[in-house]
């Protein structure tokens, strides 16, 4: 996120933005996860001889609940929605916490 956003914090300001980052991390991945699926499987059945590990937030979704892939991507949207808000929060709590920097806003 810093580096597409050229940001240039410094070790202070990145300590108040982990939280933030991480949560942001995750919340990409999973959305990622969601929308590649498909092209992902068929490039896992198609590609390189030897195949390719599915490694997916899809995956182990489905397979840690007992589910098919549709439903796990179903069950994975309110798990980024709530991300969402998290971030929301987090992202208020920096600002109050950094005193208005507008580095970090």
Same mark, same amino acid.
């Given at each position: 996120?810093?580096?597409?956003?050229?940001? !240039?914090?410094?070790?202070?300001?990145? &300590? !108040?933005?982990?939280?933030? #980052?991480?949560?942001?991390?995750? !919340?990409? /991945?999973? $959305?990622?996860?969601?929308? /590649?699926?498909?092209?992902?499987?068929?490039?896992?059945?198609?590609?390189?001889?030897?195949? +390719? +590990?599915?490694?997916?937030? $899809?995956?182990?979704? &489905? #397979?840690?609940?007992?589910?098919?892939? &549709?439903? &796990?991507?179903?069950?994975?949207?309110?798990? $980024?929605?709530?991300?969402?808000l998290v971030h929301e929060e987090l992202g208020?709590?920096? #600002?109050? #916490?950094?005193?208005?920097?507008?580095?970090?806003?």
């Open positions: 996120m810093r580096f597409s956003m050229d940001l !240039h914090l410094t070790d202070a300001e990145l &300590a !108040h933005m982990r939280p933030l #980052e991480q949560n942001c991390s995750k !919340h990409l /991945s999973v $959305v990622n996860d969601i929308y /590649s699926w498909e092209k992902e499987v068929q490039a896992a059945q198609t590609g390189h001889r030897e195949g +390719a +590990a599915l490694c997916s937030a $899809v995956k182990v979704m &489905a #397979e840690s609940a007992g589910l098919d892939f &549709a439903a &796990a991507k179903r069950i994975l949207w309110p798990m $980024v929605r709530e991300w969402e208020g709590r920096v #600002e109050s #916490e950094m005193g208005g920097n507008e580095r970090v806003k």
